[in-house]
C-alpha cells in the first residue's frame, strides 16, 4: 500500500467513528477517556491523521456497541458492505434529522424500532 492508500484507508475508519460517536451523540472527549488518550488523539484518529491500532479499534467498537468489522464496511477489498440506505450522505441527512427531534419521546421510539 501507498501512503496515500494508507491515509485513505485510515480516513474511511476515522469517518465511521466520527458517524457512530455523532449517533451516539457522544464527545470526543468521552472516546478519549475511554482510549487513555487526548481528544486531539480522537480528533486525529477521526481525521485519519492518525491510525488507530487494532486493540484500541477493538475497545472503541466494543464502547459504541458494535461488531469491529463495521469500521471495514464499504473499504475496498471487504467483504462487508453496507446496505444503499447507509451510505455516507444519506447517513449525515439522518442523523441531522434525527439530532433536531425535540421531543425525547419521539426520539427514544424512533431508537427502539431502529
Do not use: C, H
Not at 40 to 45: A, E, H, L
Amino acid at each position: 500500500m501507498t501512503k496515500i492508500a494508507i491515509r485513505e484507508f485510515n480516513q474511511k475508519i476515522g469517518y465511521r467513528l466520527y458517524l457512530r460517536r455523532k449517533i451516539l451523540k457522544l464527545s470526543q472527549k468521552n472516546i478519549a477517556d475511554e482510549l487513555n488518550v487526548s481528544p486531539q488523539n480522537v480528533q486525529k484518529y477521526e481525521s485519519g491523521e492518525n491510525a488507530l491500532t487494532i486493540y484500541n479499534l477493538y475497545r472503541i467498537a466494543s464502547f459504541l456497541g458494535v461488531d469491529i468489522s463495521y469500521f471495514f464496511q464499504d473499504i475496498k477489498g471487504s467483504k462487508n458492505k453496507f446496505p444503499k440506505f447507509y451510505q455516507e450522505k444519506n447517513l449525515q441527512e439522518l442523523l441531522k434529522d434525527f439530532t433536531a427531534i425535540k421531543n425525547k419521546k419521539i426520539a427514544q421510539n424512533i431508537k427502539e424500532v431502529s
